[in-house]
């Protein structure tokens, strides 16, 4: 079956960093795109970064962008989100989805699996 497990978030500083990790098995990781979406209570889902299939090639939202970067591991099956420069505002359950079909937004409609998230608290 298709699990995709994400873990490494916590409670953390502003200011500081964490690194998320998601583990995926049940189906061929390397023809999927990985992304990893964000919801805070009350708030929609939204879209954080995403990794192509292909080329590598990675994506991120404005709110993000150059503090985070996300990479994969395809021997391993596994994506990564290495997160600096936490901000109160990034507080918000992360979750990673696959999708075999390149993305060519950042709606949730676009990816295929999805894992239950992991919880990332940023203190001020």
């Known amino acids: 079956d298709v699990q995709l497990q994400a873990s490494g978030g916590g409670l953390v500083q502003a200011g500081g960093s964490l690194r998320l990790s998601c583990a995926a098995s049940?189906?061929?990781?390397?023809?999927?795109?990985i992304g990893w979406f964000r919801q805070a209570p009350g708030k929609e889902r939204e879209g954080v970064s995403c990794?192509?299939?292909?080329?590598?090639?990675?994506y991120y939202a404005d709110s993000v962008k150059g503090r985070f970067t996300i990479s994969r591991d395809n021997a391993k099956s596994t994506v990564y989100l290495q997160m600096n420069s936490l901000k109160p505002e990034d507080t918000a359950v992360y979750y990673c989805?696959?999708?075999?079909?390149?993305?060519?937004?950042?709606?949730?409609?676009?990816?295929?699996?999805w894992g239950q998230g992991t919880l990332v608290t940023v203190s001020s």
């Open positions: 989805a696959a999708a075999v079909r390149p993305p060519s937004t950042w709606s949730t409609l676009e990816y295929d699996y």
């Open positions: 049940g189906f061929t990781f390397d023809d999927y795109a």
């Open positions: 990794i192509s299939s292909s080329d590598g090639s990675t």
